[in-house]
T-cell receptor
Framework: EAQVTQNPRYLITVTGKKLTVTCSQN?????MSWYRQDPGLGLRQIYY???????DKGDVPEGYKVSRKEKRNFPLILESPSPNQTSLYFC???????????FGSGTRLTVV | ELKVEQNPLFLSMQEGKNYTIYCNYS?????LYWYRQDPGKSLESLFV?????AVKQEGRLMASLDTKARLSTLHITAAVHDLSATYFC???????????FGEGTQLTVNP
């Protein structure tokens, strides 16, 4: 089944403890992207990648890192999480054809 | 900076009625998306609109794009309860993959 898989689905962590949210797609898509969704603010793009080793900042990149060493994986790294990074995170991917992005199931992160 | 505005943000309607959600954006774009999100769920792709005058329909939903007016509409025909969800438009900048979402329209269809 074609899908975008994020892990974990839920995560509670403490301020300053490094964490990684994984994202993997099995559709051979070139484009991948991370978003955060917050009440009243909608979805905001954190980082995106147009292909392997090509990444760029979205609207809210501060406090996040990404890497794209392989086409299928696009992990989101929080080196020193803070409470304002408590949010619902989505990974998404898209191929070059004219279809919409496929979204993962989401990761609900709480930083205390 | 690309801005995307949806209205209304909240919409309560009765079954059987028609309504339109509007999505305005501020700069040129080569691609506009509509998504649906159910509470606690991920986003489901509804439509991809690629060119001026594009119109797509699926069931009771029809989306259109006017690139000159920088406006897309999502029209709901004869609403049913199953359409209750939050609907987002998202605009992709011409230069690449940067995608900007509207705030979302929370639709409630009452019996």
């Amino acid at each position: 089944e074609a899908q975008v898989t994020q892990n974990p689905r839920y995560l509670i962590t403490v301020t300053g403890k490094k964490l990684t949210v994984t994202c993997s797609q099995n559709m051979n898509h070139e484009y991948m992207s991370w978003y955060r969704q917050d009440p009243g603010l909608g979805l905001r793009q954190i980082y995106y990648s147009m292909n392997v080793e090509v990444t760029d900042k979205g609207d809210v990149p501060e406090g996040y890192k990404v890497s794209r060493k392989e086409k299928r994986n696009f992990p989101l790294i929080l080196e020193s999480p803070s409470p304002n990074q408590t949010s619902l995170y989505f990974c998404a991917s898209r191929g070059r054809a004219n279809y919409g992005y496929t979204f993962g199931s989401g990761t609900r992160l709480t930083v205390v | 900076e690309l801005k995307v505005e949806q209205n209304p943000l909240f919409l309560s309607m009765q079954e059987g009625k028609n309504y339109t959600i509007y999505c305005n954006y501020s700069t040129t774009s080569d691609r506009l998306y509509w998504y649906r999100q159910d509470p606690g769920k991920s986003l489901e792709s509804l439509f991809v609109l690629l060119s001026n005058g594009a119109v797509k329909q699926e069931g009771r939903l029809m989306a259109s794009l006017d690139t000159k007016a920088r406006l897309s509409t999502l029209h709901i025909t004869a609403a049913v309860h199953d359409l209750s969800a939050t609907y987002f438009c998202a605009v992709q900048e011409t230069s690449g993959s940067r995608l900007t979402f509207g705030e979302g329209t929370q639709l409630t269809v009452n019996p």
